[in-house]
């Protein structure tokens, strides 16, 4: 599994920042933490800078050249002028009609197939402005502990909740319950009706999503119910579904009204466990989610009481084979690709002779995730042998094997599953590898960070192979419940995050090759990327890891090379600033950079190095 949503972090934020869009997304924000109710965001959807936005975000996402119901792809709209893009959103959404849905299955984990539903290119760019107005504003309604399909928020932060209660709180009967085909049973009437309690009671754009809900899918006909996975809005509208869960558990103990007000939430918690309240908490993950309670008897209770409430309130079935009680100090339990239990350590002991018993966590890579990854490390390995251009398939499998070890090592025995993978696929990598295999092998800076130091890297085929079980243990940090895109203190502590996550970004690189360029090129684009603190050279932003451009110093038309030397990172306004001959052009992209005399300076450097007047400093 990739830890992608860790990644894709800000943007947003900048894109936001160039059409004028982010003070309008603060302001409703501000307005839904206030409760307030929203009739006219209708006009804020067909607004021609958020029509831009959305065709900007669409434009950087990797799907963008998949086809629809209809044959066109991000390529063809990127060749309508702007006026000619903001009509069509605007008349289309007059009297809004989705186009069809095309329908394609891709396989799960468990051999079953899941049905994804792709909307054309224009559909998805009208979804895309849609989200854009809701979203801050069921941000603002959103339960803290849900982390699934929202912004600055991953599964490794779910993980590390799940730690905390375990540990700290030491709640050690946890429910899971598997929710039976949530995606394809969602109740439209009721989606609608909370999408109305959240405030949301715009008429017109109501019935545009209750369209977009019951659009036709090739094949299979109108849909009477179910959010289709796979289109841009459906991550937002599951999660506005079961966000009515989650406060209704949160209701039961963590937010029980008490007549005192504490200073602090810590000051309430421990009031409330000296009552007769049954302690529960919940972490969820999309619709992936877990009950954490302090005994056996509550969670009975808690168990049938959230299946009698799915039922009645969101007409959901849970599957009753896979739910179940876990008691954690005996047995595993499994979220999001791990198992984790508590284990005993020791015995503290207070003033006054009064012992304890001390659990830590005791966490590793699920069984069904092992089977997973050495399957695709062994695909991988087929498809190196059999590749016209080996090397591209090893860099592949490098980029695969560092993503793997980014997303588990989160688990605090992670070592000896992989050393199991490793096992498992170590004879069927010498045997079909033999005969691309060396002595040595180049190394970029990533890999030689990483692991060269180690010795651990001792398989080489031209190129040094990630050693599989090299990995060590970092346990997930809690997510700062500030963190918000919408607010002036928020995004300064994404941003702060962000220079925590360079691995992350640098995982996400080495995962997608640009398909081309050759192999020195990709290389050395991640190695100039982890030098440069995935930070712009001119701007010092922090970059988002699919969105940045390669700019080569020397052009290769003018003699330049894919060197490590003649390679530098910038934002894709920059890159178009550097190259840009129109004055106009230049103009637009200074001011919306709002570059300093020194950031011009930079600009001009490379400017010079691509023959190329220099822009003149105001």
């Not at 239990?341 to 020791?346: A, E, L, M």
């Not at 079909?432 to 010795?455: C, D, F, M």
């Not at 603190?533 to 699919?546: D, E, H, S, Y």
Request: glycine share 4%.
């Amino acid at each position: 599994m990739s830890n992608n949503q860790d990644t894709k972090k800000k943007d947003a934020l900048r894109y936001n920042e160039y059409y004028g869009t982010q003070e309008t997304f603060d302001r409703l924000y501000d307005r839904a933490k206030k409760n307030e109710n929203f009739y006219k965001l209708y006009e804020l959807i067909v607004n021609e800078e958020n029509i831009l936005l959305a065709y900007r975000t669409i434009k950087s996402n990797r799907g963008s050249t998949t086809k629809g119901s209809n044959p066109h792809t991000i390529k063809d709209i990127k060749k309508w002028s702007q006026e000619e893009l903001v009509n069509y959103i605007r008349k289309r959404l007059e009297n809004y009609q989705p186009q069809p849905v095309r329908r394609i299955l891709i396989p799960k984990h468990d051999g079953k197939m899941r049905p994804l539903g792709i909307p054309t290119i224009e559909d998805r760019i009208i979804q895309q402005c849609i989200r854009q107005i809701l979203e801050p504003i069921c941000e603002a309604k959103f339960y803290d502990y849900s982390f699934g399909f929202r912004p600055n928020r991953s599964a490794k932060h779910a993980i590390a909740r799940c730690y905390h209660l375990m540990q700290r709180a030491e709640l050690h009967y946890v429910v899971d319950i598997d929710l039976k085909g949530f995606f394809d049973n969602v109740n439209h009437s009721k989606l609608l009706k909370q999408i109305y309690s959240l405030g949301i009671r715009d008429k017109r754009l109501i019935s545009i999503i209750s369209k977009m809900l019951k659009c036709e899918v090739i094949g299979e006909g109108i849909q009477k119910k179910g959010t289709p996975q796979g289109g841009i809005l459906s991550p937002l509208l599951s999660n506005i579904v079961l966000n009515e869960l989650d406060w209704w558990i949160d209701s039961q103990f963590c937010g029980m009204p008490t007549h005192h007000k504490y200073s602090c939430k810590n000051a309430q918690d421990r009031a409330l466990k000296q009552t007769k309240l049954k302690q529960m908490h919940i972490v969820r993950y999309a619709d992936d989610f877990k009950i954490f309670c302090r005994d056996y008897n509550t969670a009975i209770k808690a168990k049938i009481a959230v299946t009698e409430w799915l039922r009645e309130r969101l007409s959901l079935e849970i599957n009753q084979d896979k739910s179940k009680i876990v008691n954690l100090r005996q047995n595993y339990s499994n979220f999001l690709g791990l198992e984790m239990k508590v284990h005993r350590k020791g015995v503290k002991r207070y003033n006054g002779g009064r012992e304890k018993e001390k659990w830590t966590i005791k966490s590793k890579v699920s069984n069904k995730a092992v089977d997973n990854l050495t399957k695709n490390i062994r695909r991988q390995i087929k498809a190196i042998k059999h590749s016209p251009k080996p090397h591209m398939e090893i860099g592949r499998l490098n980029q695969m094997v560092f993503g793997y070890h980014n997303y588990y090592d989160s688990a605090s025995h992670v070592s000896k599953s992989f050393h199991v993978i490793e096992f498992n696929v170590l004879k069927y990598m010498k045997n079909q590898l033999e005969p691309l295999a060396t002595k040595t092998g180049t190394q970029n800076r990533v890999i030689k960070k990483h692991y060269g130091e180690s010795k651990a890297i001792k398989y080489y085929c031209g190129h040094a192979l990630i050693p599989i079980s090299y990995i060590k243990t970092r346990p997930p940090m809690q997510f700062k419940q500030e963190t918000c895109n919408y607010t002036e203190k928020g995004r300064k502590l994404v941003h702060e995050y962000l220079k925590l996550t360079l691995e992350s970004r640098i995982s996400d690189m080495m995962r997608n090759f640009v398909k081309s360029e050759n192999v020195e090129y990709n290389d050395n684009r991640i190695s100039v990327f982890s030098a440069q603190l995935g930070q712009c050279a001119v701007t010092k932003n922090i970059l988002k890891t699919f969105n940045f451009h390669c700019h080569h110093k020397i052009p290769k038309h003018l003699g330049g090379d894919d060197s490590f030397k003649n390679l530098v990172i910038v934002e894709e306004g920059i890159h178009r600033l550097i190259h840009a001959v129109d004055n106009e052009i230049i103009s637009k992209y200074v001011e919306i950079f709002k570059l300093s005399k020194n950031q011009i300076k930079k600009v001009n450097e490379y400017r010079k190095l691509c023959h190329l007047e220099e822009v003149e400093v105001a």
